[in-house]
């Protein structure tokens, strides 16, 4: 029942803000030191310039100095004579770039971008970095920004209604059999899903920015309509650059959320939320960001299912998604949540935790005028723990139960923003209790649109 083998959020919260405001105060001082010791430095260096302005070494150190201190004219200044001697530095046309980014003259800061992606010796490193602040102009020049998204299709599903592989099943502790209709069951249906976001920009020199998104999917399944689905979610709110000059792209980002959903026809379920995520950019263009977020979630019973209402509770999941580089047309991209539902009844309540790893590869097509198809074969495992014996199933075994995914997804855009999607996926679900052992081989396949 609810108030047992629950944890409280409180001591971690309480360790976490003192935790913050130590490490706050100590880099404080860090920095206050850190800023005397660049003063003396650039004072230095100034002096040795204006005796050699050819040592193009020394000129560069000199605007290093000048940027740590917040010098960005003199700054800019080292560098550009360094390219009146040079043209050919990729590394200095980068730093030109980031210092007029910094100043907000971003047409400038794009030139110099740009000329630094275009010299062929130009390091992978400077490419990356290149490229995420060239997104970030594109973001900033626009004040309000809109994308959407679409899919519209067939799915067939071997394990349609997610029945166990067999009829003979736990009920009460005994062997008992299942009746057909919920043993595994192969299905199809048409679905389709539309995702759009909205960014509100605030056209501050920070670049803090506001956040929308509303996605809603429907499937209508061919024969067993107790699964058709309907869903729509808003999520909405800030991403705040925390320190804009000296971690460009590091953000912020507290937000609420609301969902319905329909299942068999009938309201199932409601939820209220909200979480935070920090986005953490780094120079070789791998981003991570870790997030938290709780959910509000309330079952209501249907024909179909009459003890929905007994998952009512709470989920909180807390982890880290994260995407990079790994060799020329090839990246990754993964994502660790560990999930905790705290649902009405203990039976229903879990321990989760759940792992996903992907490789995305750009393919170039060879026909004149195509562009590039990702194709991004992932695998993933979960692992979820249940609180407490379900007297119905087995009155004397906890349910446990490991899932194994392993799939591939294209996305073939074939003209303009029209393409073709399609996802291949096999499931398996090893549980201690029969009745949840499961596989599952999907295909989802239909035309894309995005804009």
Same mark, same amino acid.
């Given at each position: ?12 919260a ?9 490490? +706050? ?14 003063s ?43 390219l ?38 130009? !390091?992978?490193?400077?490419? /990356? ?11 900033? +020049? ?5 994308s ?5 299709g ?10 166990? #592989?067999? #009829?003979? %099943? ?15 069951? !192969? ?16 056209e501050?020199?920070? /670049? ?29 709110? !800030? ?24 299942l ?49 509770g ?9 995407q ?35 490789? !995305? ?44 995914? %392993? ?13 073709l ?9 090893? #549980? ?9 081989? #999907?295909?989802?396949?239909?035309p894309?649109?995005?804009?």
């Amino acid at each position: 029942m609810l108030g047992r083998n629950r944890f409280s959020l409180k001591p971690f919260a309480f360790r976490l803000v003192a935790a913050l405001a130590i490490a +706050l105060s100590l880099g404080s001082a860090v920095a206050r030191a850190q800023t005397m010791v660049a003063s003396a430095e650039y004072d230095e260096l100034f002096r040795r310039v204006l005796r050699e302005p050819a040592n193009l070494d020394l000129s560069f150190r000199f605007a290093e100095a000048a940027t740590r201190i917040g010098d960005y004219e003199a700054a800019i200044g080292a560098l550009e004579r360094m390219l009146f001697y040079n043209p050919n530095l990729p590394r200095v046309k980068l730093e030109l770039g980031i210092l007029y980014f910094r100043l907000g003259s971003y047409e400038m800061a794009r030139s110099y971008f740009r000329g630094a992606l275009a010299a062929p010796d130009a !390091p992978l490193e400077i490419r /990356g970095r290149v490229e995420g602040f060239l997104a970030e102009i594109e973001r900033r +020049l626009s004040t309000t920004q809109w994308s959407v998204y679409g899919q519209t299709g067939l799915r067939h599903q071997s394990n349609a209604n997610a029945g166990p #592989s067999s #009829s003979l %099943v736990r009920g009460a502790g005994l062997d008992v059999i299942l009746d057909r209709r919920y043993v595994r069951q !192969p299905d199809w249906n048409a679905f389709g899903v539309a995702a759009i976001r909205h960014v509100y920009d605030f056209e501050n020199q920070r /670049g803090d920015v506001w956040e929308t998104s509303l996605v809603g999917y429907a499937a209508r399944q061919f024969h067993v309509t107790r699964l058709d689905l309907g869903l729509a979610e808003i999520q909405t709110g !800030p991403r705040f650059a925390l320190f804009p000059d000296q971690w460009v792209g590091l953000a912020l980002r507290p937000y609420v959320l609301a969902n319905s959903v329909a299942l068999g026809g009938s309201p199932y379920l409601r939820t209220l939320g909200g979480g935070v995520s920090l986005s953490m950019p780094f120079p070789n263009g791998a981003v991570l960001e870790p997030f938290f977020e709780g959910r509000q979630r309330r079952f209501g019973n249907t024909r179909d299912y009459p003890l929905a209402d007994e998952q009512t509770g709470r989920l909180w999941s807390t982890g880290i998604t994260g995407q990079g580089p790994v060799w020329g047309p090839i990246r990754w991209q993964t994502r660790l949540a560990v999930i905790r539902d705290d649902a009405r009844r203990d039976y229903d309540s879990y321990n989760q935790i759940a792992l996903d790893v992907g490789f !995305p590869v750009e393919l170039e097509m060879p026909w004149p005028g195509s562009r590039k198809w990702v194709l991004t074969p992932y695998a993933g495992v979960s692992s979820y723990h249940y609180d407490q014996p379900n007297a119905i199933i087995d009155p004397n075994v906890a349910r446990r139960d490991r899932e194994w995914r %392993v799939g591939t997804v294209l996305d073939a855009q074939i003209f303009e923003g029209a393409g073709l999607g399609l996802q291949v996926q096999y499931a398996v679900i090893d #549980s201690n209790i029969r009745n949840y052992d499961l596989k599952n081989f #999907s295909v989802v396949f239909g035309p894309t649109v995005r804009f």
